[in-house]
Nanobody, 124 residues
């Protein structure tokens, strides 16, 4: 598995939008399912959205209707469009690339991050 490079985070006011990107290699993008998780100090890791090999997606209840995960096969990049951001969305966001069954059984959240993540801060 290759390194993942996240970008696009920043500081916004509640109601604002950000678009996160996760760049990887063609090999990683084509072999694995991918997803985004987030983590804040003192809180458990929180799965946000998953992007499966067939293009299907799934979302945490807390972000449904506000976040959209998508992938660009030509540029082997994963995206997370985040709209109507709330203060509780504040966290470091990481992307992940794992064997697809690990997204189904939830074990993908136990892996060590392979990138530095990108900070998202939402003020009220």
């Amino acid at each position: 598995q290759d390194h993942l490079v996240e970008s696009g985070g920043g500081s916004v006011q509640a109601g604002g939008s950000l678009r996160l990107s996760c760049a990887t290699t063609r090999s990683t993008y084509s072999k694995y399912c991918m997803g985004w998780f987030r983590q804040s100090p003192g809180k458990a890791r929180d799965g946000v959205a998953n992007f499966y090999a067939d293009g299907s997606t799934s979302y945490a209840e807390s972000v449904k209707g506000r976040f959209t995960i998508s992938g660009d096969r030509a540029n082997h990049t994963l995206y997370l469009q985040m709209n109507n951001l709330k203060p509780e969305d504040t966290a470091i966001y990481h992307c992940a690339a794992e064997l697809c069954f690990r997204f189904v059984d939830g074990s993908w959240l136990k892996s060590e991050p392979r990138g530095q993540g990108t900070q998202v801060t939402v003020s009220s």
